[in-house]
């Protein structure tokens, strides 16, 4: 007995230890196996997503949750997150997304007409999600207030009516296009062009839809890497409100072919708006250069700016502000370029030639747009540029990018690794050569702003200096004393150091190693000859918006010189 006891005992404790081992793998496993399922089934889920973008003519892209309130614009139920298309704004859920696809369409970028040059299209109407605070075409009273999948929004001409407004001669009704018809490339314009050039007819003003004489279609050019990183919103933005065939993105086509739709488009009537940095304002205005050489100087577009990058001083010299942060709405930066006016920018060539080598060498070849430097803030942006190539996901803000470069600026302060260059170089202004102070850096300017935003040959305005323009042929040219005395500058506790104005600047470095730079691009230079001269001019847009108290007193003084250069002639 005692025995079978014994025996039923270790079987008892066999089977619990058995028991425990077997719930602690299923505890352990069952997770496991879980986890393993839902990720398999989101992968496969995305592929589905992804491949259904691919095929599809909506500019589908996924969020995870929507800045507003959203309704499926399928079975009208409230989202969180799904696919909204960034052409027509349809928004739509993740399961619903397939026949979203079946049932709605895009906007057409080219559209076949029957009606000739001046040819009609009817509303684009799309159900639900219409902007915040948009009034009734019919009644004139707000729509979009009920908490559902309400009323109708034209794709075009962003009209909104109720849902009892509709009536079914609204949606056979001509769409003029809306407050921006002189920005919009309308779809059938494309393809009456088209069908001119297989015609060999190249008379392309006859074709001005609308019958309107003052018509001026806008191109978007956006660099998505620029400064804050607002570019991808921005194109989506415009993509809604003008024809999508006017909206590139640089990164992933180049300027110089997004260019070649203004071939296509009436002579002298194109803008450019050009969303990005100085540095994408020079790459679209190289590829502008090449239109001239290309024989295309009929079709060269004015520039306008929207200003996303650190600097901004050609923005800022041009009207279009310090830098955008999206407190300005998208429709009211199109109004600016519709209202702007065309002005010329001055555009420079800097030749750098290497002394030694026998001159086997080809020299470097710049073209300048704001300033050519040589010293400490040279040396500040040479040693920006270093880190952010070796860590650019931390130079994703703009404010960040600043603070590295007082980082920079004030370490210069205490080290001073450009002090006396005096006694490196020496400056010719017209052929001319001047005779140097003690100073630490040359400043050759060709625009009013320098330093992301100082005033920098007016320095305090409290000394008589010549007056200065971008568009004159000349050139500024300053000395500083070092870091601390460019901080003193840009807060006006300073002047900088005039050294004159010359229509060609010549500088010659004769011993040892100096930073140099030429629109924010900065590198190490060698013993070297940099000459400066006028290059050509380039067609801009000046937007004479606000301006601060320093712009109004500027522009003050400027106009005093003026009148007193009147009286003396």
């Keep these: 007995m005692e025995g079978t006891e014994s025996r039923s005992g270790t079987v008892s404790s ?14 352990v496993i069952l997770p496991v196996l879980i986890t ?46 799904g696919a909204f298309c960034n052409c027509c704004g349809l928004r739509v859920s993740e399961g619903c997304l397939k026949k979203a696809d079946q049932l709605f369409l895009c906007k057409e970028i080219m559209m076949r007409s029957n009606g000739g040059a001046h040819s009609s299209m009817p509303h684009h109407w799309i159900r639900g999600n219409v902007p915040l605070c948009s009034c009734c075409m019919i009644c004139k009273q707000q729509c979009g207030t009920q908490p559902k999948l309400c009323d109708y929004r034209c794709v075009w001409c962003q009209y909104t009516v109720h849902d009892e407004c509709m009536m079914d001669c609204l949606k056979t009704e001509e769409c003029t296009f ?10 059938y314009y494309l393809s009456t062009i088209n069908q001119m050039r297989k015609d060999k007819r190249t008379n392309y003003e ?35 409100l003008l024809n999508p065939v006017q909206v590139f993105d640089l990164s992933k086509i180049a300027p110089a072919k997004a260019l070649q739709l203004c071939t296509l488009l009436p002579c002298n009537a194109v803008r450019v708006l050009v969303c990005g940095g100085d540095g994408t304002v020079g790459w ?23 200003p996303l990058g650190t600097g901004n ?16 709405p998208v429709e009211q930066i ?11 920018l001055d555009r420079w060539k800097v030749q750098v030639t290497n002394k030694g080598y026998y001159n086997l060498r080809k020299p470097k070849v710049f073209t300048m747009n704001n300033y050519f430097s040589i010293g400490p803030d040279a040396l500040m942006a040479l040693n920006f540029h270093a880190h952010r190539e070796k860590t650019p996901s931390l130079f994703s803000s703009r404010i960040i990018n600043k603070a590295v470069y007082f980082f920079y600026g004030t370490k210069d302060c205490l080290v001073q690794e450009c002090k006396d260059l005096n006694k490196k170089v020496e400056l010719e202004l017209d052929g001319e050569r001047i005779k140097l102070p003690s100073l630490e850096g040359i400043i050759v300017l060709n625009i009013g702003y320098w330093g992301g935003g100082c005033r920098l040959w007016e320095g305090m305005g409290d000394e008589p200096y010549p007056l200065a323009r971008h568009d004159d042929g000349l050139l500024e040219v300053v000395g ?47 013993p070297c000859t940099v000459t400066i001269t006028h290059k050509t001019h380039a067609l801009m847009l000046y937007h004479s918006g606000e301006q601060t108290d320093d712009e109004a007193s500027s522009m003050s003084e400027q106009d005093h010189m003026r009148e007193q250069t009147d009286e003396d002639v």
């Design 14 to 27: 066999v089977v619990a230890d058995w028991s425990l081992v077997f719930w602690t793998l299923c505890s």
């Design 36 to 81: 393993l399922w839902c990720s398999f089934q989101r992968s496969r889920r995305q592929v589905l997503i992804r491949d259904i973008f691919r095929k599809s003519k909506h500019d589908w892209h996924y969020t995870d949750l929507f800045g507003q309130p959203s309704y499926c614009c399928v079975c009208a139920q409230h989202i969180l997150q």
């Design 178 to 187: 809306g407050e921006f018809r002189d920005l919009i490339i309308p779809p």
């Design 206 to 240: 006859k074709v001005v839809p609308y019958c309107r004489k003052h018509w001026m279609p806008v191109i978007i050019l956006a660099n998505t890497r620029s400064g804050n990183n607002m570019g991808e919103t921005l194109l989506g933005e415009l993509k809604i």
């Design 284 to 306: 679209v205005l190289d590829a502008i250069d090449e239109m001239k050489i290309k024989g295309q100087e009929r079709y060269i577009p004015q520039v306008a700016i929207l």
């Design 313 to 328: 001083d050609l923005s800022n010299t041009l009207g279009w502000g310090a830098g955008y942060a999206g407190e300005v």
């Design 334 to 344: 199109l109004r600016n370029v519709m209202e702007a006016d065309g002005i010329k």
């Design 480 to 526: 500083v004393h070092g870091s601390f005395h460019c901080a003193q500058i840009q807060v006006k506790l300073a002047n900088p150091v005039r050294l004159g104005q010359a229509h060609t600047v010549r500088l010659i470095l004769k011993s040892s190693k100096m930073p140099m730079q030429v629109d924010g691009e900065p590198w190490a230079q060698g």
